[in-house]
Nanobody, 128 residues
Framework: QVQLVESGGGSVQAGGSLRLSCAAS????????MGWFRQAPGKEREGLAL???????SYADSVRGRFTISKDNAKNTLYLQMNSLKPEDTAMYYC??????????????????????WGKGTLVTISS
C-alpha cells in the first residue's frame, strides 16, 4: 500500500524559509514521478514542482527561483526547500506521486487528477 506522509509545515514570517519533506513507502517500482502541489483557501489547487521518473525537474512560474525540489532516492523522501516566502504562499501543501514514465512537466499535470497517489498535506502559513 502506497503512503505519502508530508511534514515540515508551520508558521513563519514573510521572507523566511521552510523545508517540506514527504516520506514515500509501499512502491514496488522505482519508476515514479513525485511532485508538490498546494491549495490556498478558496483557490484552485496548483502544481508547484515535479521530479519525473527520469530525474527531470520542472517548476511553476509562481515559485521558480524561490522553491527547490529534491529527492533522496535512498530514503524515498521528497523535499521542497522554500525561500523568500510570501503571504500568498500560505496554503495546504500536498505531496503526490505518479507511476508514469518520464517526460512529465508540472505545467501540464492536472492538479486534481493528474497523479496516482496523494498525501494528506501539511499547512504552511506566512505572516506579513
Amino acid at each position: 500500500q502506497v503512503q505519502l506522509v508530508e511534514s515540515g509545515g508551520g508558521s513563519v514570517q514573510a521572507g523566511g524559509s521552510l523545508r517540506l519533506s514527504c516520506a514515500a513507502s509501499g512502491f514496488t517500482d522505482s519508476r515514479f514521478s513525485m511532485g508538490w502541489f498546494r491549495q490556498a483557501p478558496g483557490k484552485e489547487r496548483e502544481g508547484l514542482a515535479l521530479i519525473d521518473s527520469e530525474g527531470n525537474i520542472s517548476y511553476a512560474d509562481s515559485v521558480r527561483g524561490r522553491f527547490t525540489i529534491s529527492k533522496d532516492n535512498a530514503k524515498n523522501t521528497l523535499y521542497l526547500q522554500m525561500n523568500s516566502l510570501k503571504p500568498e504562499d500560505t496554503a495546504m501543501y500536498y505531496c503526490a506521486a505518479d507511476l508514469a514514465l518520464g517526460g512529465q512537466n508540472i505545467a501540464t499535470i492536472d492538479p486534481y487528477f493528474g497523479m496516482d497517489y496523494w498525501g494528506k498535506g501539511t499547512l504552511v502559513t506566512i505572516s506579513s
